[in-house]
């Protein structure tokens, strides 16, 4: 009964392909996040939904669309893989986007782009 | 959200307490001290927060100086499993607030 759960957990793929992640919390909380953790360790947010409605976005690319069919779901889709996405990407949950509620985060997944 | 300053690495006993230190001392009166891990290869995993008081949950306790300028975790019995990259991190109270990481300490256990 894992709380915040994504997949898949690993994924190999070739460059200009697209790919998404699923994303989905049991928690009941109200806002997602998505965070890439890059080849030099670095976390950083791309995305936060609160009940379904962005409120964080980072300077991504465009070709990264989050989309949340409902408040338990976030999942992110990526568009034409380059290789420098290879990063692992953390989807976490928290019961609002306020400061004194603690964020969770899932395993992981780790994407390779070759 | 306040910048935060923490050693690059740290070395403890097993059985003994580590003390991870935190510098932060442009926090403003509305943001929390969090502390998070990374062990390899895992998700982040939450260990405690707090605002000014100090806390002490299961885990852990965090003792924040009364002028909330810095802030020390404390891991009273580690362990092994307890060697991993540990974050601390200044988040604002308001909606909208994240968690941004830094570069965080690598407690490293030794038998």
């Known amino acids: 009964d894992t709380a915040v759960s994504q997949t898949p957990k690993y994924l190999v793929t070739q460059m200009g392909n697209d790919k998404s992640i699923k994303c989905e919390q049991n928690l009941g909380h109200d806002t997602m996040y998505w965070y890439k953790q890059d080849s030099k360790k670095f976390l950083k947010i791309m995305f936060s939904?609160?009940?379904?409605?962005?409120?964080i976005n980072e300077t991504v690319p465009n070709r990264f669309s989050p989309k949340s069919p409902d408040k338990a779901h976030l999942n992110l889709h990526i568009n034409s893989l380059e290789l420098g996405d290879s990063a692992v990407y953390f989807c976490a949950s928290s019961r609002d986007g306020t400061g004194g509620n603690t964020i969770y985060f899932g395993e992981g997944s780790w994407l390779t782009v070759v | 959200d306040a910048k935060t300053t923490q050693p690059t690495s740290m070395d403890c006993a097993e059985g003994r307490a580590a003390n991870l230190p935190c510098n932060h001392s442009t926090i403003s009166g509305n943001e929390y001290v969090y502390w998070y891990r990374q062990i390899h290869s895992q998700g982040p995993q939450y260990i405690i927060h707090?605002?000014?008081n100090n806390e002490t949950n299961e885990m852990a306790s965090l003792i924040i100086t009364e002028d909330r300028k810095s802030s020390t975790l404390i891991l009273p019995h580690a362990t092994l499993r307890d060697t991993a990259v540990y974050y601390c991190i200044v988040r604002e109270e308001t909606s909208g607030s994240r968690l941004t990481f830094g570069e965080g300490t690598q407690l490293t256990v030794n038998p």
């Open positions: 707090g605002l000014k």
């Open positions: 939904y609160n009940n379904k409605e962005l409120i």
